[in-house]
Nanobody, 122 residues
C-alpha cells in the first residue's frame, strides 16, 4: 500500500504560478513511479505528467508542456508539480498517483491521493 497526501492548491490569477506537493508513505519511494492527474468540473480525470523512479524520464500531456514541470525528491519522499503561466482551463482538482508495478499503459496507476483544488481566475 502507498499513502499519498497532496498540498499546495489554491486560487491564483491567470498567468500566475503554483507548486503542488505530494508526500508518499508506505513503500520505498525510489521503487514508486509517480504522476499527476486532474479532474476539471464536468470532465473525466485527465493525465497531466509522470516521472520515473530515478527522475530520468518525464512525460507530459500536450496542454501543459512548457508550462508545468514534474520533479521528485526521493530523500523527502515527495513529488512536485510546478505550474506556471496558469490558465483558467487549468482549473481542476489535482491528484497525485503512484504505482509500484510496471504497466505498458503509462496512464495506469494504482494508488491515489485525496486531491487538491486549483482554481485559476481570469
Amino acid at each position: 500500500q502507498v499513502q499519498l497526501v497532496e498540498s499546495g492548491g489554491g486560487l491564483v490569477q491567470a498567468g500566475g504560478s503554483l507548486r503542488l506537493s505530494c508526500v508518499a508513505s508506505g513503500r520505498t519511494f525510489i521503487r514508486i513511479d509517480m504522476a499527476w492527474f486532474r479532474r476539471a468540473p464536468g470532465k473525466e480525470r485527465e493525465f497531466v505528467a509522470t516521472i520515473s523512479r530515478d527522475s530520468s524520464s518525464t512525460y507530459y500531456t500536450d496542454s501543459v508542456k512548457g508550462r508545468f514541470t514534474i520533479s521528485r525528491d526521493n530523500a523527502k519522499k515527495t513529488v512536485y508539480l510546478q505550474m506556471t503561466s496558469l490558465k483558467p482551463e487549468d482549473t481542476a482538482i489535482y491528484y497525485c498517483a503512484a504505482r509500484t508495478a510496471w504497466y505498458s499503459d503509462y496512464k495506469k496507476f494504482d494508488y491515489w491521493g485525496q486531491g487538491t483544488q486549483v482554481t485559476v481566475s481570469s
